[in-house]
């Protein structure tokens, strides 16, 4: 059984950080690219940060430079380090492991990131 397990999210201030992280088991985990994406109410799922097999990186436009993926394929996990956190960042954040020999996506259910005073 696939799961994704995200952790780490939570209320922050603006400009201030918070590493979410993904627990990835019954996947052959480095076999995957694995990425995170957020969602508000009402919008569609848009893409945070992607890392390919090879290491390879991927940014959304509104996170470049502030946000860094990262991947342990020793541990089966993926994180999300973000920095200078702005109110408009305030979303869920969703994991995903794309296994693009088959094209099959699995995702975490999500853990929600509030950047407000």
């Known amino acids: 059984q696939v799961q994704l397990v995200e952790s780490g999210g939570g209320l922050v201030q603006p400009g201030g950080s918070l590493r979410l992280s993904c627990a990835a088991s019954?996947?052959?985990?480095?076999?995957?690219?694995m990425g995170w994406y957020r969602q508000a109410p009402g919008k569609q799922r848009e893409l945070v940060a992607r890392?390919?097999?090879?290491?390879?990186?991927t940014y959304g436009n509104s996170v470049k430079g502030r946000f860094t993926i990262s991947r342990d394929n020793a541990k089966n996990m993926v994180y999300l380090q973000m920095n200078s956190l702005k109110p408009e960042d305030t979303d869920d954040y969703y994991c995903?492991?794309?296994?693009?020999?088959?094209?099959?996506?699995?995702w975490g259910r999500g853990t929600q990131v509030t950047v407000s005073a």
């Open positions: 890392i390919e097999r090879d290491g390879k990186t």
């Open positions: 019954g996947i052959f985990f480095r076999l995957h690219v």
């Open positions: 995903n492991a794309r296994n693009t020999g088959v094209n099959i996506d699995y």
